[in-house]
């Protein structure tokens, strides 16, 4: 069995034995969803998104650690690698905190998807190549289709009677941010007022509770949100968190194919933005 066959081996188990298990978010990662809203969480799972005969002019396909929540936008961008490159690549899903040790072992992977601050990480794990930007996490104000109780500003989740779902900051960086913006807004306690017990792990229960009808509003991330929009809408207000989630397409500088990943992100580059912002990911 090849390096690469044993690694591609390790995430097909790992995957098969932890479908059935959603893992605690970190740092924005989001579990799969029943409906089919949300990408699996912290299962490392592998999807072989373009393989094709021609293996033998591209080289192997080249291995993505992708964030599961950046699912549907890598399917999209590796879909059109394919058809436009001829390269070929094999998507493993997982939370980027699940997906870092690899990284830093430098034992799987070519290209890492991710966010801040695993940037950060595999820089300073002298594992990184080159990073290309290609869009951003920010919680998004959203509320139930037609908006029934006329929510418009962050300061409205303080008015009394309100059902208010948001993420738990101890899981969340989203919740995180959301607590430090409700606290310099000095709107904190009346809101978790309206929270209850409505504090969850993950974005995607935000949005299958309200498919089902419960809450009034919730801040939650907007890439998720974009797979809820069926019964959610976002509220458009201004973006005043302090901090900035980058998402990122990250070449490994321990890849055994350095060409083939150059002409990946040089791809990513340029298509790459374009298809995360069809997903909602634009702060």
Not at 253 to 268: G, H, I, M, N, R
Request: hydrophobic residues 40%; glycine residues 10%; contains cysteine.
């Amino acid at each position: 069995m090849t390096g690469r066959t044993a690694q591609l081996a390790f995430y097909v188990v790992a995957g098969l034995l932890l479908t059935t298990t959603l893992g605690c978010p970190q740092s924005g990662q989001e579990p799969a969803a029943p409906t089919g809203a949300g990408a699996p969480e912290t299962a490392a799972q592998t999807s072989a998104a373009s393989e094709t005969s021609q293996d033998a002019a591209a080289g192997e396909p080249l291995t993505i650690l992708c964030g599961s929540s950046f699912r549907p936008p890598m399917e999209k961008l590796t879909a059109m690698y394919q058809q436009e490159t001829g390269g070929t690549t094999e998507l493993a899903f997982g939370g980027s905190e699940d997906l870092l040790p690899s990284v830093k072992t430098k034992s799987a992977g070519d290209v890492y998807v991710t966010h801040t601050p695993f940037q950060q990480y595999t820089e300073e794990a002298g594992a990184l190549m080159r990073d290309v930007g290609v869009g951003f996490l920010a919680p998004v104000l959203v509320v139930p289709k037609g908006n029934p109780k006329g929510i418009k500003s962050v300061e409205d989740l303080a008015k009394p009677d309100l059902q208010v779902l948001i993420t738990n900051p101890e899981f969340s960086t989203c919740g995180e941010m959301t607590f430090a913006l409700l606290e310099k807004k000095g709107i904190k306690d009346a809101v978790l007022k309206n929270v209850g017990n409505a504090m969850f792990k993950h974005h995607s229960e935000i949005g299958n509770k309200m498919q089902l009808g419960f809450g009034d509003a919730g801040i939650m991330w907007n890439g998720v949100a974009n797979n809820f929009l069926d019964a959610v809408e976002i509220v458009p207000v201004p973006y005043e968190y302090d901090e900035e989630i980058r998402v990122s397409v990250m070449g490994l500088s321990y890849t055994e194919q350095p060409d083939e990943v150059k002409k990946f992100l040089d791809f990513a580059e340029a298509h790459g933005p374009e298809a995360f912002k069809e997903f909602g990911y634009v702060k």
